[in-house]
């Protein structure tokens, strides 16, 4: 198994560790903002939490796509 592979498999490992370690802080804050509808500050955080999960799996794609096209291509 060559490097870029393994550097790819742990960057989906640390991602998945993150993303299940704050899931349930997430949930709490959803929930607190559905209540509470004129609070912003916890809207916020969730918008950028979806935001950097949204990169995390943009380049996730990239770095398999890539992987494929250096080793099938």
């Known amino acids: 198994m060559d490097l870029f592979i393994s550097l790819i498999v742990l960057y989906f490992a640390i991602g998945l560790l993150i993303y ?3 899931i349930k802080g997430v949930r709490r804050k959803i929930a607190f903002v559905k209540t509470d509808t004129e609070s912003q500050e916890g ?3 969730v918008v950028w939490w979806i935001v ?3 990169i995390w799996g943009v380049v996730g ?7 494929f096209l250096i080793n099938v291509g």
């Open 20 to 22: 299940f370690s704050t």
């Open 43 to 45: 809207s916020k955080s």
């Open 52 to 54: 950097g999960l949204t």
């Open 61 to 67: 794609i990239l770095l398999i796509v890539s992987w």
